[in-house]
């Protein structure tokens, strides 16, 4: 007789499975979740930013500037709270302690795009850097926090543009269930 091995949880669902290694990874340290603003962004509908940051700092109470030093310069991509996408840093918090009211992004002069609400994506090259107010502000007690999450709040998708996409796609499955329903109906003739 010949043996079979059998693995019963290898189909076996996890539930809550979604984010479970990011909670292991966070379980017991400290971290703090911060909401940016702009006032730029929902002034002009902004719902996803395509951005090449140089550099990024902090902006005290009092209006000073304090660096941050560990950031390199990279490309990133920063979606709005209704995506349920954020950034997660872990060098961020090493600044003075104090507290701060705001982040500036400091952009290099290409690479730089917003993608509007209605889905439109809009190429930008005049903006220097851009502010983003913390919500409820930042308190650095001295005390390092090791990790920082970054959620930005900008403007959802339009609802329309959802519709029109989806409009869009009943459209062409009905094209493609006429031409089928066509050459069954050719199929039949011939029988």
Same mark, same amino acid.
């Given at each position: 007789?010949?043996?079979?091995?059998?693995?019963?949880?290898?189909?076996?669902?996890?539930?809550?499975?979604?984010?479970?290694?990011?909670?292991?990874?966070?379980?017991?340290?400290?971290? #703090?979740?911060?909401?940016?603003? /702009?006032?730029?962004?929902?002034?002009?509908?902004?719902? &996803?930013?395509? +951005?090449? $940051?140089?550099?990024?700092?902090?902006?005290?109470?009092?209006?000073?500037?304090?660096?941050?030093?560990?950031?390199?310069?990279?490309?990133?991509?920063?979606?709005?709270?209704?995506?349920?996408?954020?950034?997660?840093?872990?060098?961020?918090?090493?600044?003075?302690?104090?507290?701060?009211?705001?982040?500036?992004?400091?952009?290099?002069?290409?690479?730089?795009?917003?993608?509007?609400?209605? #889905?439109?994506?809009?190429?930008? /090259?005049?903006?220097?850097?851009?502010?983003?107010?913390? &919500?409820?502000? +930042?308190? $650095?007690?001295?005390?390092?926090?090791?990790?920082?999450?970054?959620?930005?709040?900008?403007?959802?998708?339009?609802?329309?543009?959802?519709?029109?996409?989806?409009?869009?796609?009943?459209?062409?499955?009905?094209?493609?269930?006429?031409?089928?329903?066509?050459?069954?109906?050719?199929?039949?003739?011939?029988?």
């Amino acid at each position: 007789m010949k043996k079979v091995k059998f693995y019963p949880t290898i189909w076996q669902t996890v539930p809550y499975s979604f984010d479970v290694l990011g909670q292991w990874e966070t379980e017991g340290k400290q971290q #703090k979740d911060l909401v940016l603003q /702009s006032i730029q962004a929902t002034k002009m509908g902004i719902s &996803e930013m395509n +951005l090449n $940051i140089g550099s990024i700092s902090a902006i005290d109470k009092d209006g000073q500037e304090h660096k941050i030093e560990n950031f390199p310069p990279r490309v990133l991509q920063i979606k709005g709270l209704h995506t349920g996408h954020f950034l997660r840093s872990k060098s961020m918090l090493q600044l003075p302690a104090g507290e701060y009211t705001a982040f500036r992004f400091y952009l290099a002069k290409t690479g730089n795009s917003f993608v509007l609400s209605n #889905k439109s994506v809009k190429p930008t /090259s005049r903006f220097e850097f851009l502010d983003f107010q913390i &919500e409820g502000g +930042l308190e $650095i007690r001295g005390i390092e926090i090791p990790e920082v999450i970054l959620r930005f709040d900008f403007q959802p998708y339009d609802l329309p543009v959802v519709f029109k996409k989806i409009a869009q796609f009943a459209s062409n499955t009905k094209w493609f269930v006429a031409r089928l329903v066509q050459s069954m109906e050719q199929e039949r003739v011939k029988i």
